[in-house]
Structures are given as C-alpha cells and as structure tokens.
C-alpha cells in the first residue's frame, strides 16, 4: 500500500517489513549481513586512519622544510649582509626562529595564527618590562655608575614582573614567551659584563636587543602562519564541518543501533558493549569539535559570513551534546529490557523507526542541518523543506504520544506500572529527542551570531581567563619559586646564563600529575634535542659545499620530520617530548659555518647547554615534588566525592519539589576532574603504597556519569515542553501530595540511604593505600527493602495519576515513570560501584 499523492509505502510497513525481515532467517542470512556491516566499518575506519596519518606526516613534511629554509640560511655564503636588521645579522637570535617555529606551528590554520597571538603577547610583555627598566635605569647594571641602578629594584621588578604573569593565569603559550624573554632580558639587564643594547629613556632603539628578540619571535611565528597556508591551508573550519557530519551520521547510527536493541531485533550484552563503546568514542569527538569551534574565530575573526558559521557550529555542538544526553538514556532503558517477543513498545516499533528516519532525514543528507552549519546557507526550496522535516517530526512526536497511551489503554494499563517503568522512560526520551531537534531545525535559520566587538572580547580569553586569575594558588607559588630559584642560579653558579630559567619557562606545568614521570620525559627531549644535532654536525662536513652540505639538510630534514610527526600524532605525554625534541634541535642545527671549524668548542657549548637545561628540569621536578599539596590520586578522591556530593544535592532537590539547579554543572566539573586526575594517578610515584585501582576508578566514573545523564533526563522532566506555560517549573506537580505519604518518604530515604552509604565506601576504598582490610567493605550490606518500597511507592500511585490524553513531554504519568525509573537505575548503579570495588 503506498501512501497518498507520493507513490511509496508507508513508513509503517516499510519498518514493519524490516523488522520482520531481520528476525527471520529466510529472508536475510543474518551472519552475512554483519559481516558485511563490520567489513564495511572497517573500511571506513581503514579509511579515515589512513587520511589522518597522511595528514600528520604531510604536515610533519612542511615544518620540516621549513626549518631547513631557515638552516640553510647560514649555509649560503653571503646571504647575511650589513644592511640586514641586528637581529638577522646575529646568529644566536637567527636560530631562535626555528624556535619558536617549531612552539607555534600546527596542523591547521586557526590554531597556528591563535598560537602565534599568544606568542607575541607573551614577548611583548617580557619587551615591555625590559623597555620600563631601561628607561628608569638606562643601560641597568652595565652602567650603574652613571644611571644610580640598584640592584635590589631590579629584583623586586624581576618578582612582580613574574608574579603577575603567574597570578594572571594567562595561556601556556603566552606565558612561557613572556617568562622565556624576561629571563633572557633581565639576565642582560643585571649583568655588568653584557655587551647587549637596550632601549632607554623611553626611546625606542629598534637595534636594540628587545626590538630584535621580538622581530626574531614575529619571523618565526609569521614563519609558522606562512607554511600553515603553504602549498595550501588546511582549515579548521572545513574539519570542523567534516566532523560535525560525522558526529552526526555517528549519533543516527547509534539511535538506531539502540532502537534495534530495545525492538528486540537485536539483543546481547556484546551489542549493548558495542553502543556504549560508540557512545564513548563520540563524546570524544564532542569534546574535540568544542575545542575547533572556539579556534574557528582566528580563521575568520567572525567577520560576516565566519562568524555566523562558527554561531551555527557552536549551536549545532550543544544539539548534538543534547542529542547524546536523550540517546543515553534510550540506551539505559534498552540495556534494562529488550523486550524480547512480547515488549509492549514492539507493537510501536514501526512509528519509533519512522521517527528515527525522519530525524536522520533532518540531520544528515541532503539539505540537512548538517549541510547548512557546514555551508551556512540553504536554498529557499532547502530551507522550506527543512521546516516541512522539522513540523513533519513534530506531528510524528505526538502521533507516537498517542499510539502509546492509546495501547497502554487497551491493554489495561492506563496509569503507572512497575513493569512499564522502563517504557515510560524510552517514549519520553524519544519523544524529547524529537521535540529538541524538531525546534532547533525550526529555529537554526533565525538565529543571530554575536557581534564581531562582543567575540573579540571573548577570543581574549585565548590568552588570559581574568575569571580564573590567582585561583591555582599551588601553582602560582611553584612557578615563581622554581622561576626565582632558576634564576639565582644562572646568575650565581652559571656566570649569567639564562639557560636554567628559560628551561623552567618552557615546562612549568599548570597541573603537575606525575610531576617525576613529565620531567624525565622533557629531560629526554631537551637532551636529544640538544645532543643529536652535536653528534650530526660533528661528523657531518656541512658547510663543505656540494654533497657535504645537501646530506646535512637530509638529515635536518629526516630527524625534524620525525618529531614533529610524534609531536602532531602520539598522546599528550610523548607530544611534548616530541615538540621539545623538534624546537631545541631547530635552534641546535643553526651554527655559523665556523662553528663548524671547531668541533671541541662546538661540543663543549653543547655539553654546557644540556647541563644548563637538565638542571632546570631537575629544580623543577624537586619543586613539583616538595611544593605540590595534592597527588593527583588524592585530588581524584576529593573531586570524586565531590561528584558524588553534588549528583546527591540533585536528586535530594528534584524528589524534594525543587528546580535541580547548579548540582548538575558542579556535578559535571567534579566527574570531568576526577577523570582527568585518575588517569595521571595511574602515573604518579607510588613509592610504599599500592597501585592506583585505575579499573576501580574507571568503573565509579562510568557509573556516576550515568547518574549525571540520569539528573539531566530528571531536569528535563521537571519542566514543561509545550501550551502555554512552555519551559516553566513544575516539578512540585509531578509527586504532589504523594510526597506527604509514608510510602514516598520510606522509598526516598532507602535511595539515599543506600547512596550515602556507597559514597562513604567508595571514599574509604579510593583512600585505602594499604593491604589491610576495609572495615567499611566488611560491613556494608545491600538495602534489600529498596526494590519493595519502590513497588509498594508505584501500586499506591497507581490511583494518584491520572489519565491525560496530552503529548507525554507534559503527561505527568509518564514523567513520574520517568522519576521513578531513574529510582530504580541508581539502586542499580550504587550496587554495580560496589561489584566494581569488591572485583578491583
């Protein structure tokens, strides 16, 4: 039967027939068929690993050439002339290009330029600190007979100079110039012997050594933008709408999946396995997208057109965020009950997989949101048929309403029922799935992008967070110590070398983790950055001319190649050691050709500068270590408990009557925290105590994000959707009087009396550093009654809900089956954190 005036059947029997057809083996092989799907998957995946490793290394190929263009420049006999600025004249400031090449070049356009803003940021506050003192006492302690330097002001300047960067909580990127440079400036500026040129009396030398440093930091950086766009940019724009569709078709494959499962087409605990592992690896992508959205401003400077991509890609990143927040919680009640032959939503199995489809249709494909956030137009035919999607998804939403609670009528279950708890969960969510992209596909075409002064604002945020300022005490204090302390020592044991404290610049870590473990790491990049190229131009015949000079640049090539690859492909922890790796042997390789000459002198300079830098990474790590008040296994006991403390304060607020509120982003700050410090615990220095329970770790943090999923669903349902009071509050109706019962109270104080309980034996475990046993293990005991008084709480219900014929975003039926399921799922969670604790 086809439907009318458009010559197809119906979405019902084409749905019905699938369903059909995948549960019976005549018509499909069902073995073939996944074969063909997990193949096909692996191609795919095949496919978009191989266009990333192709990305990397070809990006790895242009900063390699870059730097040999830059080497080669002391390779050309004559190249440098008189009539060339100071700075491309010196040797010692020319290799600093390279430098900072490497410490600002990136894999796209949009993040090189942002790195470059902050770079010069950071050297202009290191020249304009240089440029005061100068012009209070010209010359500093070079002419202290003549300018009345004191050396005590210069201190008390190099201290508040360091101080306010630190306290400011400025970018990474932007601090570690600034400190670098005051470093080097200062340095200068105390030393009696320097032969360095500084600006005075507020007169600008533009010989002068700040001028140069910051000409040599504008070439490299300008170096980096330039190979950026060279042979051709890559845009992270264009990423960013490439992910953005991917997320997507992700999200509709997921949604699927899991309506799949809870159909009862497909069910086993490897495919509900499979959908949370999907899961995980999209919430990944969202966090990744986020970042690219944010430094999609300095490809455009969100003027006209840019700007109202990046608007519609960041709305676009909260929808899908949205979108995973509802689908998690389809999955939740797929994982309860797939429903097997007899499920009371297989009868509705046709109008659920048409819903799907007409959302899928609104997200992805032709004239789809995703095609508008990546092009950020639509036709007017594209635009009118997206509105017809949006108002055709909606009509669905409420028809499934009422095919649900017309079933439920019919087959006696009007009002509440504990077995039907899981359904009520599943219709919401879909339904609220529907009405979330529905609106904003409605919406999207209206909506007005910030003004371009109000996002420049914002994008200062790239360099400093005044918000943040000064609230990572620890950290403002083991910087400027360990700065301080770098300092004196380059003065009074290395004779005025800079080396120690523009080392301590480079790797001053906001968050230490495991402090020993980084510093070793740094150690072996600055050492073979250093030491490599030693060895390289020691048997090398570089500036030999002909051969000698071209296996050289191969060479440079080769080994720059290599470690920019691991720099832009391997995990945070060999990145940086790659990146270090690649920046001091940039800055290694740049030698006059009578360097070369000497290969002794060469070799002891060399020698001098690894020891210089390897004390500065030591007098970090032992800073790191003597100064740093939490572990990072301890900081994730604290912001776990906090998690779980907040997750508490939500429930106790939304069973109370009252709106959820803050709980759910400080719930989500803790959880995110918690999870960030268990993975460097896993690293830190254990010493006497046992290993870090990382899988007991992993398993809470699985569950307590359930919960949160669990508190947005219960936020959502506190709220209305639809008629006149559209968004407002009405939690206090859901429950009513019921909240006055014994009933209700009894099965509140079991959820939490359970809750409090694993929260305290999940805090004494997490803190057990030892083999001795756990009285808290030993005595905790299931609430047993929960499950009772939560069947009792829904049969007395049964008589206080009414039946209303309304979408079931606004029955308040269907929302208390909501509330109460989610009563059910967390006595099922606390019990899994527990299994996690006894099994780990």
């Known amino acids: ?323 995973m927040d509802i689908i998690h919680g389809l999955e939740l009640a797929a994982k309860v009950d797939d429903l097997a032959d007899d499920g009371l939503l297989r009868q509705l199995s046709a109008e659920i997989f048409e819903l799907s489809d007409t959302m899928k249709a609104i997200l992805v494909g032709e004239g789809s949101l995703s095609v508008f956030v990546a092009d950020c137009e639509l036709s007017e035919s594209e635009a009118k048929e997206l509105h017809r999607r949006a108002l055709e998804l909606a009509d669905e939403s409420h028809r499934l309403s009422k095919a649900y609670t017309q079933i439920r009528v019919e087959g006696g279950e009007p009002t509440l029922g504990l077995h039907l708890l899981e359904e009520d969960y599943f219709i919401y969510n879909m339904a609220a799935l529907a009405h979330v992209v529905s609106e904003f596909a409605v919406n999207v075409q209206t909506q007005q992008h910030k003004p371009i002064t109000e996002a420049l604002v914002d994008t200062m945020l ?161 800073i790191d270590m003597a100064l740093t008040q939490d572990r990072p296994s301890h900081v994730f006991q604290v912001q776990l408990t906090e998690g779980m403390a907040q997750l508490r304060r939500g429930f106790h607020h939304f069973y109370s009557g009252k709106e959820i509120g803050n709980p759910i982003p400080l719930a989500t700050a803790a959880i995110n925290s918690a999870s960030t410090h268990a993975l460097e615990a896993e690293h830190e220095p254990r010493y006497w105590r046992t290993p870090f329970p990382s899988k007991m770790a992993e398993v809470i943090l699985g569950e307590l994000q359930d919960m949160l999923s669990d508190l947005r669903i219960l936020d959502r349902a506190s709220h209305t959707f639809e008629g006149k009071h559209k968004g407002s509050l009405d939690v206090g109706m859901l429950f009513s009087e019921t909240r006055k019962t014994d009933l209700f109270k009894t099965c509140i104080k079991d959820l939490f009396k359970q809750y409090d309980a694993v929260a305290l034996f999940a805090k004494r475990c997490i803190e057990h550093e030892s083999d001795e046993p756990n009285q808290d293990l030993l005595s905790y005991e299931h609430n047993v009654t929960a499950g009772d008084s939560l069947e009792a709480l829904v049969e007395y219900m049964k008589e206080q809900v009414e039946y209303t014929d309304v979408p079931v975003l606004d029955d308040t039926r269907c929302r208390v089956g909501v509330a109460l399921f989610v009563i059910s799922c967390t006595h099922v969670r606390l019990d899994s954190i527990v299994g996690a604790i006894l099994r780990y």
């Open 462 to 622: 790239d360099v400093m967070d005044p918000e943040a300022a000064g609230k990572n005490t620890n950290f403002i204090i083991r910087g400027v110590v360990s700065y301080m302390l770098a300092f004196v020592a380059g003065i009074y044991v290395y004779g005025y070398d800079f080396t120690i404290a523009a080392t301590v610049a480079l790797i001053l870590s906001r968050f230490v983790g495991s402090a020993l473990e980084r510093n070793l790491g740094r150690m072996q990049g600055v050492v073979l950055g250093l030491v490599l190229p030693a060895i390289v131009m020691s048997q090398v015949p570089t500036c030999s001319g002909g051969i000698g000079t071209a296996v050289f640049l191969v060479i440079i090539f080769g080994f720059e190649a290599v470690c920019l690859y691991i720099f832009f492909s391997a995990s945070a922890r060999y990145a940086f050691i790659g990146m270090l790796t690649a920046a001091f042997a940039a800055q290694s390789f740049f030698q006059p050709c009578s360097a070369f000459s000497d290969r002794g002198s060469n070799s002891s300079a060399a020698y001098a500068r690894v020891t210089a830098t390897v004390t500065g990474i030591l007098l970090v790590a032992i």
């Open 1 to 323: 039967m086809t439907e009318p005036g458009t010559g197809r059947e119906s979405g019902r029997e084409v749905r019905s027939a699938r369903s059909a057809g995948s549960r019976d083996s005549g018509l499909a092989d069902p073995t073939a068929m996944k074969d063909v799907e997990n193949m096909n998957q692996s191609l795919n995946a095949m496919f978009q690993d191989k266009q990333v490793f192709l990305g990397n290394v070809q990006m790895a190929c242009r900063g390699a050439v870059a730097i040999c263009l830059v080497v080669s420049v002391t390779l050309v006999p004559g190249l440098i002339r008189g009539e060339f600025p100071r700075a491309y004249q010196d040797i010692t400031l020319l290799g600093m290009v390279g430098f900072w090449f490497v410490l600002t070049f990136w894999k796209d356009v949009g993040t090189t330029i942002r790195n470059a803003w902050q770079a010069i940021m950071g050297t202009l506050y290191a020249v304009l600190n240089s440029f005061i003192m100068n012009a209070i006492f010209p010359g500093g302690a070079k002419l202290a007979d003549h300018n009345g330097y004191r050396v005590e002001v210069a201190w008390l300047d190099l201290i508040i100079a360091v101080s306010l960067i630190m306290y400011m909580n400025v970018s990474d990127r932007c601090r570690t110039f600034a400190l670098f440079y005051i470093a080097m400036f200062m340095m200068h500026y105390m030393n009696p012997d320097s032969v360095a040129k500084f600006s005075r009396s507020f007169q600008v030398d533009w010989n002068g050594t700040g001028m140069s440093y910051l000409l040599v930091c504008l070439t490299g950086t300008g170096l980096a933008i330039l190979f950026s766009f060279v042979p051709y940019p890559r845009f992270i724009t264009n990423a960013a709408a490439q992910d953005a569709s991917n997320i997507t078709v992700a999200i509709c494959e997921l949604l699927e999946q899991v309506i799949e499962i809870y159909n009862g087409t497909h069910s086993s605990s490897a495919l509900h396995s499979k959908c949370e592992q999907a899961a995980e690896g999209i919430n990944e992508k969202l966090k990744a997208l986020e970042q690219a959205t944010q430094t999609m401003f300095w490809e455009g400077f969100d003027i006209g057109q840019s700007g109202k991509r990046r608007h519609l890609m960041s709305t676009f990143h909260k929808l899908l965020k949205h979108l």
